[in-house]
């Protein structure tokens, strides 16, 4: 009887002891969703297929020769990354409407064109234009601005800098006017300093002027893939950046070399992995759309 009697009292306290945890580890739940930390975002990075460009001589891209007579292409990628329930389009490649010319288009020294639409490729997971909160842009070269009027709702996110030279008369070499007069009647955010476009320091853009006044680089950190940072035009090519050649199209040669030395720094700084945009090994790199980095 006595012995019973205790195993009671054991298995009532067990039973106790057992609330007991369940209900502290359920008011620490409760109380993190209401009080706590927020969950870091979900993040995803895509490498969007956004045009080519052909060049029969690759001599612009480096003003000490070193290309010259060399023939070449370039991939042009939009790099779309989510960040909770938001989207951002990074560089919106060479347009749609190049997708519709056979043998795409001859401008600017090359052959830009494109296999399938952004829209198209947006529509493929999903979304709309109306989908993306903001639109950023390394800066307003053609092959960047392509598909700006795509987005009428979305808030423009550009280097202070970079809207009044983009618009100045004559139009900079590597501007295409009407890929950019939609930005006349959109809402834009330009920035005088890096932007944290969260402000939880995950989608970082930073300033990188040189290759144009306003460009800007985009430092990612991902919850699983880390730091990685895209280099915007600072570099073209894998040989631009080990070489660090400056480009023929470019507004400031100094700026240009500081801002490499910038992007150097952050890469020793931060271990991020470097992406440029331009260069086909570094594209091929990242997951095949609609594959994604997290
Ligand atoms: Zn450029």
Same mark, same amino acid.
């Given at each position: 009887?006595?012995?019973?009697?205790?195993?009671?009292?054991?298995?009532?306290?067990?039973?106790?002891?057992?609330?007991?945890?369940?209900?502290?580890?359920? *008011?620490?739940?409760?109380?993190?969703?209401?009080?706590?930390?927020?969950?870091?975002?979900?993040?995803?990075?895509?490498?969007?297929?956004?045009?080519?460009?052909?060049?029969?001589?690759?001599?612009?891209?480096? $003003?000490?020769?070193?290309? *010259?007579?060399?023939?070449?292409?370039?991939?042009?990628?939009?790099?779309?990354? +989510?960040?909770?329930?938001?989207?951002?389009?990074?560089?919106?490649?060479?347009? $749609?409407?190049?997708?519709?010319?056979?043998?795409?288009?001859?401008?600017?020294?090359?052959?830009?064109?494109?296999? +399938?639409?952004?829209?198209?490729?947006?529509?493929?997971?999903?979304?709309?234009?109306?989908?993306?909160?903001?639109? %950023?842009?390394?800066?307003?070269?053609? &092959?960047?601005?392509?598909? /700006?009027?795509?987005?009428?709702?979305?808030?423009?996110?550009?280097?202070?800098?970079?809207?009044?030279?983009?618009?100045?008369?004559?139009?900079?070499?590597?501007?295409?006017?009407?890929?950019? *007069?939609?930005?006349?009647?959109?809402?834009?955010?330009?920035?005088?300093?890096?932007? &944290?476009?969260?402000? &939880?320091?995950?989608?970082?853009?930073?300033?990188?002027?040189?290759?144009?006044?306003?460009?800007?680089?985009?430092?990612?950190?991902?919850?699983?893939?880390?730091?990685?940072?895209?280099?915007? &035009?600072?570099?073209?090519?894998?040989?631009?950046?080990?070489?660090?050649?400056?480009? +023929?199209?470019?507004?400031?040669?100094?700026?240009?070399? *500081?801002?490499?030395?910038?992007?150097?720094?952050?890469?020793?700084?931060?271990?991020?992995?470097?992406? /440029?945009?331009?260069?086909?090994? $570094?594209?091929?790199?990242?997951? %095949?759309?609609?594959?994604?980095?997290?």
């Amino acid at each position: 009887m006595i012995l019973t009697g205790s195993r009671k009292i054991a298995s009532k306290a067990r039973r106790g002891i057992l609330l007991f945890f369940f209900l502290i580890s359920t *008011a620490r739940t409760f109380s993190t969703r209401l009080y706590g930390q927020p969950a870091p975002p979900a993040m995803r990075l895509y490498a969007i297929d956004c045009g080519r460009l052909d060049y029969p001589n690759m001599d612009g891209f480096s $003003d000490t020769n070193d290309y *010259a007579g060399q023939t070449g292409s370039l991939v042009v990628p939009c790099f779309l990354v +989510r960040h909770g329930n938001d989207w951002m389009l990074w560089d919106t490649g060479v347009g $749609d409407r190049i997708a519709a010319l056979a043998n795409g288009e001859v401008k600017q020294d090359a052959r830009f064109s494109l296999k +399938r639409t952004l829209a198209s490729q947006l529509a493929a997971i999903g979304l709309t234009p109306d989908s993306i909160r903001y639109v %950023a842009l390394s800066h307003l070269h053609s &092959d960047h601005s392509g598909n /700006i009027g795509l987005f009428p709702h979305a808030v423009f996110l550009i280097g202070a800098a970079e809207l009044p030279w983009a618009r100045s008369l004559p139009t900079p070499e590597g501007v295409e006017a009407p890929l950019i *007069a939609p930005l006349d009647h959109a809402k834009i955010e330009a920035f005088d300093k890096d932007r &944290d476009v969260f402000g &939880d320091g995950t989608v970082r853009i930073l300033k990188a002027p040189g290759h144009t006044p306003g460009h800007c680089m985009l430092l990612l950190k991902l919850p699983k893939a880390g730091p990685i940072l895209i280099t915007g &035009d600072l570099f073209h090519q894998r040989r631009s950046l080990k070489e660090h050649l400056v480009p +023929r199209v470019n507004t400031s040669r100094a700026d240009t070399l *500081a801002s490499m030395n910038r992007f150097e720094g952050l890469v020793k700084a931060t271990g991020a992995r470097a992406i /440029i945009p331009h260069e086909r090994q $570094d594209f091929q790199s990242l997951p %095949a759309f609609p594959g994604f980095l997290e």
